[in-house]
């Protein structure tokens, strides 16, 4: 009986984007990563992964234009003067 009802929750549950799946795995990984209880030998992994995902969501941010995208500015030169050293 409660087999059938997890299941139908599952069913009516909205299926997850790229981006929010991504969003909740850094919330998983974060959270495991910052768990005093964590083994010290699974840190390099999940810490590594947990950048991974970062990176991804940097990534999608920029290729959809969000508002925490890394933006490139222009910066211009002056011209190099010697005798200001």
């Known amino acids: 009986m409660a ?9 009516k549950a909205a299926p997850l984007d790229y981006e929010g799946m991504l969003r909740k795995t850094l919330t998983r990984l974060q ?11 699974d840190l390099a992994s999940l810490s590594r992964r947990m950048l991974e995902v970062c990176r991804e969501l940097e990534r ?5 234009g969000g508002a925490n995208a890394p933006t490139a500015t222009e ?3 002056e011209p190099f003067d010697p005798s200001e050293i």
């Open 31 to 41: 959270t495991a990563v910052f768990d005093p209880d964590t083994p010290p030998r």
């Open 75 to 77: 910066v211009e030169d």
């Open 3 to 11: 087999a059938d009802r997890s299941r139908r929750a599952t069913r």
């Open 60 to 64: 999608l941010e920029s290729e959809n």
